[in-house]
């Protein structure tokens, strides 16, 4: 779909491919020339100064306008996905959405992928939820930060609900999370988009994760899809967000959306209500 360059600027070394390609062939052809990151790793960006330089081809105005949508913040990996997104809608999808995009553009390939989930109906979303918690530095009258927080959980932190969003949706901007799951083949050609949300239920705040798929997972596959959430809201995703204050008018919150706690869990929604009752009890949060 789209023809790409890769140059190791360090061994002075070129490999042309198409795209959209398996990931075992883009590591292979990556391997060949030198290079040992993973796609996910590697910015598109045409500098010549970089040890690695992606340089992109649009072949006609469509493909034109998708390389026009690509950052310098995007990856090899992000932008072989919406390659491979594309490729794998029907034939009167692929026409229409060509169609709207040399017409109108694309601001991102956030946008594109966003258009080629709406086009696709034989996508099914599946939501996963976690309970949440934060830490609160509180500010004193004169305006000093607390050394200590004070930490709270779900229940709390629910009328902060729109912050949290924002700043989670910040924490993915132009980053296709999909890209970095690569733990199981089956379950990998069934993912197309996952997002991080924040969601109120019963007046507590719990992390929301949606998955978007051409078919659902095997109980096998979600196994593997939620150890891979589970390891993102550890030490991924989750690690680099905890990290970044929300300013609120109490102070300075840190959300967490893992902690090492036994209550601590991760599962569908239809399973949210059996999660509730046996870590909370029928009389609320003890």
Aim: hydrophobic share 35%.
């Amino acid at each position: 779909m789209i023809q790409t360059i890769i140059q190791n600027n360090n061994t002075g070394q070129t490999a042309i491919t198409d795209l959209p390609q398996s990931r075992m062939n883009m590591a292979g052809m990556l391997a060949s020339i030198g290079i040992r990151q993973p796609a996910y790793e590697i910015p598109c960006h045409d500098d010549e100064e970089g040890g690695i330089q992606v340089k992109l081809n649009g072949r006609d105005r469509f493909e034109a306008q998708v390389v026009a949508a690509v950052r310098e913040t995007d990856t090899l990996a992000s932008v072989n996905a919406v390659c491979e997104m594309f490729c794998s809608l029907p034939y009167d999808r692929q026409q229409e959405l060509r169609a709207d995009i040399e017409e109108n553009g694309l601001a991102s390939l956030k946008v594109f992928a966003e258009k080629m989930t709406h086009l696709d109906q034989s996508d099914v979303s599946v939501s996963y939820y976690c309970p949440l918690t934060a830490d609160l530095y509180e500010r004193d009258e004169w305006g000093d930060m607390s050394d200590d927080p004070v930490e709270l959980d779900g229940d709390s932190i629910s009328g902060y609900e729109q912050r949290i969003r924002e700043a989670l949706m910040r924490e993915q901007d132009g980053d296709d999370m999909a890209a970095y799951f690569d733990e199981d083949n089956a379950a990998v050609s069934k993912l197309r988009v996952v997002e991080w949300d924040v969601e109120s239920v019963g007046g507590v705040l719990y992390g929301k994760i949606t998955a978007h798929l051409t078919d659902l997972f095997t109980d096998e596959e979600e196994a593997v899809f939620l150890d891979w959430v589970s390891g993102q809201n550890s030490d991924g995703l989750g690690e680099g967000f905890e990290q970044r204050a929300i300013r609120t008018g109490d102070g300075e919150m840190y959300v967490h959306l893992w902690n090492p706690d036994d209550s601590w869990f991760l599962c569908r929604e239809d399973q949210l209500d059996e999660h509730i009752e046996h870590n909370y009890g029928m009389g609320g949060m003890t």
